[in-house]
């Protein structure tokens, strides 16, 4: 016997079920990401999507070196070389600059780009359409229909402009909503309130510097009172007359729970570098913030005829707040388990989704954690900081670290390194 697992006051219109094989629920780098590797698989496979595309969606518009490499192998790099290619990163603290470039990777590119949601979503979702994705945009789901088994009987949807209400069953579902993840909280998944969670704020602003060949990080972000504050400034160069300009910030420890990003973002733009000539004159927009769900610590990940994918299983990088290369990845993860399950029509195959996520992120986004809880501490993240702005060759080995990009002969023993590094660190603080 099906229940309504929210949304229980819903009026359907008909109770004939639209069936597709397989339905995504949201249109962003995840579940695009998914439908294009399901269609490439001959899968039929539908995306409900609330918003129409192109929307904007609050981001810093970062692609690095991992994103490429997925949008590259769903064949958008001529899209991306219609848009601003940059090669490295600029760190900026304690009066102190260094740019370091993108490493060499086997399996990476050393260039990013900087695209807005706004164009980089609608070309994603474009592609994957091509590919025989079928899109539903303007579409809602706004209810859950579970079996006593807890699989998924039906989705409740709702045409957004014609207030149409209406039913879609499928044989597997792949939740891709995003970091509020309605859908993920009615299956019952629920985030560990003791892992990090970060903030970011971003806005757009004109600056002679748009078409920068660097990325520009601050990593010793300040409150009012002039401490250090466990996150970055960042300004991302849009290559169009705009950068991006934000701040991210974890806020697991009581002390960060109101601190007012609006505020350290209006900061962080008057005491930028004066090369950007920010200040609030070259605002564009008005900053929108987000949260940042990070280190996979959403459980459950999946169930009898479903899954979670990108930041509505929490997959952003826990040592720089990356998530889109991580939807990217953990959608086209789920497109080729989904696939093999209909293959061997053995839906058990599914089950399989967690131990894959493990092999793959367990190690490195269980030092994350540890990580980002230590430079909770300002003592311990100023030190740091301090100690990267002084030795080139090791800042160099952190940026591969934090961006992932560590040569993958070289990963255990890197993973080790921080291991004992953070090992070290706890010593010293107990
Ligand atoms: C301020 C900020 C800056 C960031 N900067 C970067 C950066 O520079 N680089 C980077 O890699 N990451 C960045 N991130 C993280 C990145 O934005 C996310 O990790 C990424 O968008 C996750 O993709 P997703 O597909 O999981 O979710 P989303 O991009 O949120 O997509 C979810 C989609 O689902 C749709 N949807 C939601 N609910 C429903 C529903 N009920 N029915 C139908 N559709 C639904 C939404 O409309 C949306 O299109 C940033 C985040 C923030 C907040």
Not at 84 to 105: C, D, K, Q
Request: net charge neutral; aromatic share 8%.
């Amino acid at each position: 016997m099906a229940h309504c697992a929210f949304s229980p006051s819903l009026i359907v219109v008909g109770t004939a079920k639209i069936h597709s094989k397989v339905l995504i629920i949201g249109g962003g780098p995840a579940g695009s990401a998914s439908a294009y590797w399901l269609a490439m698989r001959g899968v039929d496979v539908t995306v409900l999507e609330k918003k129409t595309f192109p929307r904007d969606k609050t981001c810093g518009d970062g692609l690095t070196p991992r994103s490429v490499a997925q949008l590259e192998a769903m064949g958008l790099s001529d899209f991306l070389a219609t848009k601003h290619r940059y090669i490295g990163l600029r760190s900026v603290a304690f009066g102190r600059t260094m740019e370091l470039a993108w490493p060499r990777h086997h399996d990476f590119p050393n260039y990013g780009f900087v695209v807005t949601r706004h164009d980089l979503d609608e070309a994603v979702a474009e592609n994957s359409a091509d590919k025989g994705a079928n899109y539903l945009f303007g579409h809602e789901v706004t209810g859950v229909s579970l079996n006593s088994d807890s699989s998924i009987e039906h989705l409740e949807v709702k045409e957004n402009s014609s207030g149409d209400r209406m039913l879609f069953s499928a044989d597997y579902y792949v939740v891709a909503d995003g970091a509020n993840s309605r859908i993920g909280r009615a299956l019952g998944a629920a985030r560990n309130r003791d892992e990090p969670i970060g903030l970011a704020i971003r806005g757009y602003h004109s600056s002679p510097r748009h078409d920068d060949q660097y990325i520009e990080s601050k990593l010793d972000l300040r409150d009012e009172k002039n401490s250090v504050v466990p996150g970055y400034g960042w300004i991302f160069p849009l290559g169009d007359g705009r950068v991006n300009v934000g701040i991210g910030m974890l806020t697991n420890q009581d002390r960060w729970k109101n601190f007012n990003t609006t505020h350290a973002l209006e900061r962080y733009i008057e005491q930028a570098p004066s090369y950007w000539g920010l200040s609030e004159k070259t605002e564009l927009t008005t900053p929108t913030g987000g949260k940042l769900p990070m280190g996979f610590s959403i459980d459950p990940k999946s169930g009898p005829n479903f899954v979670l994918i990108g930041d509505s299983a929490a997959s952003i990088n826990p040592f720089n707040g990356e998530g889109i290369s991580y939807g990217y990845e953990t959608g086209r993860i789920a497109a080729d388990l989904i696939s093999d399950a209909i293959d061997a029509d053995d839906r058990a195959k599914l089950g399989l989704y967690v131990s894959v996520l493990d092999k793959r992120y367990a190690n490195y986004y269980r030092l994350g954690r540890r990580f980002v809880k230590l430079i909770a501490d300002p003592r311990i993240l100023s030190l740091s900081v301090w100690a990267g702005m002084h030795s080139e060759p090791l800042m160099k080995e952190v940026v591969k670290i934090m961006a992932n990009l560590m040569p993958t002969e070289k990963k255990g023993v890197a993973e080790r390194a921080i291991d004992q590094a953070i090992r070290l660190v706890d010593l010293a603080r107990a």
